[in-house]
């Protein structure tokens, strides 16, 4: 388990930040985020959409 974040006396500067990723899978690497929802998933579980004038990898079927 990891420890917790802790923060400077104001409260302003990290003192201690648990090392790793926010997804904890074996294949943590290889992931992505949707554009839309943020979720995070396989890049074969994604697509492309056009947003604001660039591609953006979002959810396949529907974001959650």
């Known amino acids: 388990m ?3 974040t802790t ?7 990290y ?3 648990p090392s790793g990723s926010i997804i904890n899978t ?5 992931m992505m985020s ?3 929802c943020g979720t995070f998933k396989l890049p074969s579980e994604m ?10 990898r979002v ?3 529907k974001c959650p």
């Open 2 to 4: 990891s420890e917790p």
């Open 7 to 13: 923060f400077s006396q104001d409260g302003l500067r």
């Open 15 to 17: 003192v201690k930040k």
């Open 26 to 30: 074996p294949r943590a690497e290889s």
């Open 34 to 36: 949707c554009f839309k």
């Open 47 to 56: 697509t492309s959409k056009r947003f604001l004038g660039k591609n953006h």
């Open 59 to 61: 959810c396949a079927p």
